[in-house]
């Protein structure tokens, strides 16, 4: 009997729900298979049944297939239960082993051996599982001992924090790392340096049985954490962010497109919100637009706001990103207006976004130009010349396309590397209050650029500036308008 990933969230055994014959079934078969084990046993804090995903199978597997593994996983995405649930699994086969928790403080470590020890004296799945497992002495909260079958003087399981001391005993069978990299210990190059040499090589890995098993769960802090230095020395790695590759929540049922799209916006903000469930890192070392940049363009626009409309005498332009979908992941439809001074310095003048259907978008066009009287930017390509043809069909607006090409992004006079030189020079006028608050959309479009990545998805609104500054651009040569792009959509 296996169960597939396909099929786990319908096929994975409910034991309320088995005939004597299938409950035997599965718990002959959770003696060998640590998800079926998870599957059978596993409750959550109000005591009822976790139902599985498949992701959480691929955890399962990838646990089961290396020695050394990296879990990189988003947040309160149950890897915790998974990881105490594998611990139990591993007593139950063998009450000799000897298995290390270890997150950032002791007091969390601490937990999940409370959790753990509540299972092994309450649960009767468990104990039908794994008849023989059973608390033995000492007792404890922060470690226990389980009944074994041969003279073993380190603990069966115990809880320990980076910040917390020493590990007891010798020999250790499983090493878990959970969190335990945070911002107590990552901040400096020496906190770095501490982990990484002195726990994680000094310390625990030197415990660890030939052929023990060690996982590293955590999420991204730096580039020179210990989880990414051993990623570098090629541990293999797992990487689970909250939305999968085809733009949709991984486990829906806990975070829906729209609690995602809350905590982005409104609690942990983009850059936040891609460490901890999108699995990715940013910082000032590697960001293309670097903050001091921005805040020399911010002090140009002290105590302006964004306008709802415009009639002076610079030329405006905007940039306009489309998307016809309506999905909470889909891509923004972004309108970005900037006004053109004299002097070359593009003075952000408003930016309107949403997940509209394409009627809605042509009349937020015919609107913005009523507005700002600007001339509108979009790329020739597809459903975007689609809106401008459709647009110019319902009104006289001035809607031009922009003809692209391979160029790379990096291009220094075209792409958007171009547009952080820009940055750099302080060229923009980036509307803010005296206090230094921007409105949430110029926010935004900040953030987007502090988490510019070559590699990954183009923020909507930084790929709106940047075909603003392309229209400006143009305006200025009086040439045709020719821009060079290559940007990642992924």
Known sequence: MELSPAHVATAAPNPAALDAEEYRDFCDLARSDPF?????????????RVVPKPFHADWFRAIQQNERLILRAAVDHGKTAILTSYALWRLGRNPNDSIAYVCETHEPAAKVVRTAKQYIEKSVVLHDIFPKLRPGAPWGDAQFYVQRTAVHKDPSFQAFGIDSGQIQGARLGCIILDDAIGPSNVRTQKARDEVFDLWVKGMLLRRLLEHGKFIFSNAPWDRDDAQHRLEREGWPILIEPAIGEDGKPIWPERFSPERLEKIRTEELGPIQFARQFLCRLTDSTTSRFKAEWIERCKARGRGKTMQSQYRGPLATYTGVDLSTGKNAFTDLTVLFTIALHPDGSRELLNID??????????????????RYGSILFVESTGQQVYIAQWTRRESAIPVKTFETNAKTKHDPKFGLESLAIEIEAGKWIIPNDVTGKCH??????????????????????????WLAREAARAGLQRGPVSVATGLSRR
């Open 36 to 48: 079926v084990f998870f599957c059978m046993v596993a409750q959550d804090n109000d005591g009822r």
């Open 440 to 465: 949430p959309e110029v926010q935004a479009w900040i953030d987007e650029m502090l988490f510019y990545d070559p590699t990954a998805h183009t923020g909507d609104r930084l790929i709106a500036s």
């Open 353 to 370: 976004s949403g997940r509209w259907q394409a009627p809605e978008i042509v009349r937020k066009i015919i609107d913005c130009h009523g």
